[in-house]
């Protein structure tokens, strides 16, 4: 089973960076280890539903931004230390949300995933 740990959340004023890592450790069915699976970063603000903001896939290649985060945020994988860090610069409030990675063994950064982390809290103040 694959487990996904998010670490680096916090709080931070409107403007300012954050940067959220999401580690992966197990196999996934068929045996695969992290490096192979694609992993999408989520965001759930309060009140509101879960809403997908980017991937990368596991055989490389550019990330994938939604319009709202494209230009602000990148995605990237470091394969040796299992690890997919989200930068988030020029922060704003509307950003503020629990921020959750996820995993899946296609390489298609759009369709659903199958493994979850616990999320980590992002806090933007005005």
């Known amino acids: 089973q694959v487990q996904l740990v998010e670490s680096g959340g916090g709080a931070v004023q409107a403007g300012g960076s954050l940067r959220v890592s999401c580690s992966g450790s197990?196999?996934?069915?068929?045996?695969?280890?992290?490096?192979?699976?694609?992993v999408g970063w989520f965001r759930q603000a309060p009140g509101k539903e879960r809403e997908f903001i980017g991937g990368i896939s596991w055989g490389g290649g550019s990330p994938y931004y939604v319009d709202s985060v494209k230009g602000r945020f990148t995605i990237s994988r470091d394969y040796a230390k299992d690890t997919v860090a989200l930068q988030m610069n020029s922060l704003v409030p509307e950003d503020t949300a629990i921020y959750y990675c996820a995993a899946r063994l296609g390489s298609n950064i759009r369709e659903s995933y199958d493994y979850w982390g616990q999320g980590t809290q992002v806090i933007v103040s005005s």
């Open positions: 197990g196999r996934a069915s068929s045996d695969r280890p992290f490096s192979t699976l694609t």
